[in-house]
């Protein structure tokens, strides 16, 4: 079975630039998630999608962050513009249908802000 | 919200020796308390997990125990081995479909050959 996938595996930008992430859950996986992991901190939840809708998105900073999840497959995380702080590995992960104890997760996209 | 706290931040430990990693968390209502392993380059991978109504769990080498009076639970290694060189994290949440995970801070652990 294959796995979450996830590209770009690097990205270095500037500040103020644009990027976005892409992600491609487990065949069948409903739900999805984005994860921000920054340096020596666990994985944060950004957002969870729930087939093609949001579950939750509150800690998502909606004035740069945006994710879509248009088909209720494969997911886009985009940053706009980014900031210093943004600096992290962006993780996805998905499970067949919500359960928290099957989350499968993707190698990451780390991001370098300068 | 939940807040969970881990313990050490670092830890090394002779290969054969244990290595035990304790984490605590706030919210009494979580029930579901898994461990993740994340290699180098890697996402996190889930290595065991524990629910409220036990106090222990084993799987060969790694055990998982659980003090829901106190709120803190443990990763115990035994007879370790260097590919169990990682970053550990500790999570807490409720077992409910779409509820949120909320991880600890990790622990890097090295194996000292």
């Known amino acids: 079975e294959a796995g979450v996938a996830q590209s770009p595996r690097y990205k270095i930008i500037e500040k103020r630039q644009s990027v976005a992430f892409w992600c491609n859950p487990i065949?069948?996986?409903?739900?999805l998630y984005w994860y921000q992991q920054i340096l020596g901190q666990g994985p944060k939840l950004l957002i969870q999608?729930?087939?093609?809708?949001?579950?939750?998105d509150s800690q998502l900073p909606k004035d740069r962050f945006s994710a879509e999840r248009l088909k209720g497959v494969d997911s886009t995380l985009k940053i706009q513009p980014a900031k210093l702080e943004d600096s992290a590995v962006y993780l996805c992960?998905?499970?067949?249908?919500?359960?928290?104890?099957?989350?499968?997760f993707g190698p990451g996209t780390r991001l370098t802000v300068t | 919200g939940e807040n969970v706290e881990q313990h050490p931040s670092t830890l090394s430990v002779q290969e054969g020796d244990s290595a035990v990693i304790k984490c605590t968390y706030s919210?009494?209502?979580?029930?579901?308390f898994p461990w993740y392993k994340q290699e180098l380059g890697k996402g996190p991978q889930l290595i065991i997990d524990?629910?409220?109504?036990?106090g222990e769990k084993k799987d060969q080498r790694i055990a998982v125990t659980l003090n829901k009076t106190a709120k803190h639970f443990s990763l115990h290694i035994t007879e370790t081995q260097p590919e169990d060189s990682a970053v550990y994290f500790c999570?807490?949440?409720?077992?409910?479909?779409?509820?949120?995970?909320?991880f600890g801070t990790g622990t890097r652990l090295t194996i000292i050959p």
């Open positions: 065949s069948g996986h409903a739900t």
């Open positions: 992960a998905s499970s067949l249908d919500g359960q928290v104890w099957e989350q499968y």
């Open positions: 919210d009494s209502a979580s029930n579901y």
């Open positions: 524990i629910r409220s109504n036990v």
């Open positions: 999570a807490a949440s409720m077992d409910f479909g779409n509820e949120k995970l909320t």
């Open positions: 999608f729930q087939n093609n809708g949001v579950v939750d």
